[in-house]
């Protein structure tokens, strides 16, 4: 088990981070699940070879991190540090949120890009050598988007991909070998269990020969090692699923054996430092309402889990 942990939270965000000298894992703590009497915006590192979690924050509400404090943002590693973008606040004044930041291993500094994506949450954001942080999804107050969005350090550009996946929140997005990998989530009246790949130019629909059922607030992360996409929760139309799944490029395959207990928003991230997908957290059905604070590891090659 691990000494210290980030408390119980759930629609948070977390993303590798290899170039830090440490090659850590970094953890937005949004709060606790389901009151959030506060959204906290606590900044937490994860040394794998340790392993243990480490509070680089002043304090639950830290001045010197994101501002206002929230849930459903999305956040990626992006080439040289980490990227965050919008989600939704704590109150009605926040409302949804439209604000960048980047995170450089020791200070938060929001960006002020020429161009900025409308705000929203609930997006999928994942990191494409030679393109950016390439974001899709997500909704506004009003809508569902589908929009794909590309922050290349310096600003924001919306993409025009001459093939769009449906609008959808909740879905499941990696990237790695040179391609993103979306797969699932929730549309306006409907789930999807549909994997899309995107290149940088253009969104193309996978046809797996086996894939995953419908699924929206899975987690997903790319294995280097391995070279798989891993995914593992969601919940369909009534049920949280214990299910991890992992993609070669051409097919899905579902793995046997034991793992964490079915849940939904959790986070997933790739630890440079062991080799092994990081899962934290999520809403778990044998939790009740009640968010788990888990940290699991996911080996790629042996296709196996362990709690730690």
Known sequence: MTAHTPLRCANTVMSAFPGSAGKQVVLLDSGNY???????NETWTFNGATPDWTNQSVGVLDAAGPLPGRVDAVMAYDGTGVTLYGGRGGSSADGVLQDTWTWNGTTWTKR???????????AEAAYLAGTGVVMFGGR?????????WVWNGTTWALQTPAHVPPARVDHAMAAGGGIVVMFGGSGTNSQ???????????????????????????????????????????QDTKTYLDETWVYNGTTWTKVVGAGPTGRINAEMAYDAATNKVILFGGVSATLGADAANETWSFDAVGLTWTQL
């Open 34 to 40: 389901p009151a959030f009497a506060n959204y906290l």
């Open 112 to 122: 002020a890009p020429a161009t900025s994506p409308f705000g929203r949450y609930k």
């Open 140 to 148: 506004t107050l009003n809508d569902i988007l589908l929009e794909t």
């Open 192 to 234: 999807f269990n549909d994997t899309w790949t995107y290149n940088g130019t253009d969104w193309t629909k996978a046809a797996p020969t086996a894939s995953p059922s419908i699924r929206s607030g899975a987690s997903m992360a790319y294995a280097s090692t391995g070279g798989l996409f891993v995914m593992f929760g969601g």
